[in-house]
């Protein structure tokens, strides 16, 4: 259900200033987020190349940063053994959140394991109750969160700043550091900074999600025409960040166990 935006006064921000944000740098823009709201901050993150700058950079100013995954069920093993590599060198407790089980079996049981294949709407509906509502669930918990976003990677995401309102959940500020970064400044800084990154790059991956969605792609493609190729027309999003539900997916919804 969508709810009503915050305003940047509700949540303490300065208003039409909201841009002067845009200005700081990355480190900046985390550094004032963790002083603000730690420990009621996550850096929500799928361990993609965005992710691990941030994780890497915001750990150098807090160690105990809180650290938040969605385990849809159906990632790549490579993500795994990277959040596995990330426990051991950053000594952080990476915090899971997985579907809810009387939800999936729902889903499955209505249309099968690989219900994304059929239908745009059953795609839409798998990422619901894989992402969004764990998500959902995890962000009540918290003031304020942390995302990779980039203008670059989508036209959807062309607009976003570094600090915003989060408009999918009310009350909650979203802050995305890198937001005005290439995916050049990304792989500099991993490289310069010898950040452990998901293997699936070094094999033609650009954008890396649950594994039967994702694939590489050639170089020269949009970065995430490797997300859903066999939909033409729809946006390469899964709900996190934006969404748009179509009357299937209502209907769909319905069906699902509260
Ligand atoms: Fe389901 Fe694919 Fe979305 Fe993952 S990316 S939640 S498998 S539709």
Redesign the pocket.
């Known amino acids: 259900m969508a709810q009503a935006v915050s305003t940047p006064d509700a949540l303490g921000l300065p208003g039409p200033d909201l841009a002067s944000y845009d200005r700081w740098p990355a480190a900046d823009v985390l550094a004032w987020g963790i002083e603000r709201f730690h420990p009621k901050l996550a850096l929500v993150t799928a361990f993609q190349a965005e992710g691990m700058v941030l994780l890497d950079m915001a750990s150098r100013i807090q160690r105990d940063i809180r650290v938040v995954t969605i385990d ?1 069920g ?1 990632l790549p093993d490579e993500t795994y053994e990277l959040i596995d590599q990330v426990r051991g060198r950053y000594g952080i407790v990476v915090e899971v959140v997985f579907p809810d089980a009387a939800q999936v079996e729902t889903m499955v049981e209505r249309h099968g394991f690989n ?2 294949r059929h239908d745009p709407a059953l ?1 839409e509906l ?2 619901h ?3 969004v509502v764990p998500l959902d669930r995890i962000l009540d918990r918290f003031d304020a969160w942390i995302a990779g976003l980039r203008r670059s990677q989508d036209e959807l995401r062309s607009g976003i700043g570094k600090v915003a309102p989060d408009a999918k959940h009310a009350g909650l500020v979203k802050i995305a550091p890198i937001a005005d970064w290439s995916r050049e400044q990304v792989w500099n800084y991993i490289h310069e900074h010898k950040v452990p990154y998901n293997a699936l790059y070094d094999r033609g991956y650009v954008s890396i ?6 694939r590489a792609v050639p170089p020269g493609l949009p970065e995430r025409a490797g ?2 190729w066999w939909e033409s027309d729809q946006a390469k999003e ?1 709900g996190l960040h934006h969404e748009s539900r179509s009357q299937r997916l209502e209907q769909e919804l319905a069906w699902l166990p509260k």
């Not at 999600?209 to 994702?214: D, E, K, L, M, N």
């Open positions: 849809t159906r219900l994304f795609r798998c990422c109750v894989r992402k999600g649950c594994a039967p969605c994702t997300r859903w899964c």
